[in-house]
């Protein structure tokens, strides 16, 4: 025999050998995906029931983020829209006291005039309206000995714009009134039907202020609550504020109301208003502006909390979801003792084995969720297409759904899965 042969067989028996293990080693290491998914498919076919069951945990958890998240975020537009028919344009300039120097005694008034009015809106180009607020309170009589306190306001034509007052019966203060001093007064829906019955027939009637005859020629309305926002009481009369200038003898104002061309211009607006009046006074006088930012920024935020406490409960439901996944997946893991043992006597490893079941759970939960997420876009698009309203739809809701329907098939199928891939082969292949 060639002793030459006799070396190189063992060598060549080594390389085979070592060739095995790593492509044995290969093997186990990279099982093909597409193999784990047609296996977990495959079980999906023999048992389509059990797999509709399940997945029905899912189906319901996403579509109630979906739906929750629409509601939530349906509440907001309205509560924003509802607070900005008040007028989120709008900022404020009252007078706040003061008007003394340090070595003064005596503190004096420095009220507001409708020179600042002028100058503002000289020097300010973003002001739309502007309208000074004049407040009286006086006694009106209603009929039948009932004599109410009652407040009375007199404004320019614009302040109609910048309350968005509607006046579904006659009409609103007009300059010609405002010029001529015509004594005309705009009244409350409330007013009319407490003086007159209804709010047509008070319209060209006749009631007097402190004894002087006044012509209702409308009747107005808010547009929308004002949240407590509004000078505005239930039985106000809007008079020329010329003619209310002349019942409290001077052009002192508290208040006066401007209207700013978009909401995006009310920061700064605010600010220089402020300093335009403020620099027109004395030092110390004081003077306020407000808006309604906070008001909206406090909606916002309450409505955003609202929207996140309701995702939270509707995630609930997806973790019941969850919990159903993980008690079929184990009961699945029992019935398919004696196939894990086949598969680990025919070599397949604790990660492969790992892989298929968690596979199967993620499959069935992402597949529940995107029929959730379909379900719950129905709803809303149902009405964007049925009706003239229009729903809306965050992106986001989408993709928290299907991340959070991912994440509850991993957590709860890991349990079921690990417990299949620990199983000892041997005891897998005896049991029955």
């Known amino acids: ?27 186990r290491r990279t099982m093909v995906l597409s193999e784990i998914l047609k296996i977990a498919l495959d079980s999906f076919r023999a048992s389509k029931v059990r797999f509709m069951l399940t997945a029905l945990g899912m189906v319901i958890g996403t579509a109630s983020v979906i739906l929750v998240v629409t509601i939530g975020l349906t509440g907001k537009q309205f509560i924003l829209t509802e607070i900005q028919k008040i007028g989120t344009n709008e900022v404020e300039l009252e007078y706040a006291g003061g008007g003394a120097s340090g070595s003064e005694n005596v503190v004096y008034n420095d009220f507001l005039t409708r020179d600042d009015e002028k100058a503002v ?10 309208s000074p607020v004049l407040q009286m309170n006086t006694r009106i009589s209603f009929g039948g000995g009932v004599v109410k306190d009652t407040l009375v306001l007199g404004v320019s034509p614009q302040y109609r714009n910048i309350r968005n007052l509607l006046v579904p019966y006659g009409r609103f203060i007009d300059e010609t009134d405002e010029n001529a001093h015509i004594k005309c007064a705009v009244v409350t829906e409330t007013f009319a039907k407490l003086r007159y019955g209804s709010s047509e027939d008070a319209v060209g009637r006749e009631f007097e202020i402190s004894g002087i005859p006044f012509t209702i020629i409308g009747i107005f309305r808010q547009s929308v609550s004002d949240f407590g926002q509004s000078e505005i009481a239930d039985e106000t009369i809007l008079i020329p504020f010329s003619v209310a200038r002349v ?9 006066i109301y401007f209207s700013m061309r978009s909401m995006a ?25 407000q808006d309604l930012r906070e008001v909206l920024n406090m ?4 409505s955003n909390i609202l929207t996140a406490v309701l995702v939270l409960v509707a995630a609930v439901t997806l973790a019941v979801g969850g919990v159903g996944i993980m008690n079929i997946m184990l009961a699945t893991v029992r019935a398919r003792i004696r196939e894990i043992g086949i598969r680990k006597a025919l070599g397949a490893t604790y990660r492969e084995i790992k892989l298929q079941f968690l596979a199967e759970a993620i499959i069935i939960s992402l597949a529940g969720g995107v ?7 129905t709803l809303p698009l149902s009405v964007r297409f049925f009706t003239d309203y229009s729903l809306p739809i965050s992106g986001w809701s989408i993709l928290i759904a299907l991340t959070a329907a991912t994440a509850v098939g991993i957590v709860f199928g890991t349990v079921p899965a690990t417990r299949a891939a620990q199983m000892d082969p041997v005891e897998s292949l005896k049991y029955e």
Do not use: C, W
């Not at 019942?247 to 208040?255: D, H, I, M, Y």
């Not at 909606?299 to 309450?302: E, P, R």
């Open 299 to 302: 909606a916002a935020t309450v």
């Open 371 to 377: 029929i959730g997420t379909a379900v719950g876009l």
């Open 247 to 255: 019942f409290s003898g001077t052009e002192n104002l508290k208040q």
């Open 121 to 130: 809106n000289a020097q300010l180009p973003g002001v739309l309206y502007s």
């Open 1 to 27: 025999m060639n002793p030459v042969t006799e070396q190189a067989r063992p060598a060549n028996q080594q390389n085979r050998r070592a060739s095995f293990e790593a492509t044995l080693r290969s093997a």
């Open 265 to 289: 211009e009310v920061p700064d607006a605010t600010n220089e208003i402020k300093r335009i009046v403020s620099s027109r006074h004395r030092p110390n006088s004081v003077y306020k502006t």
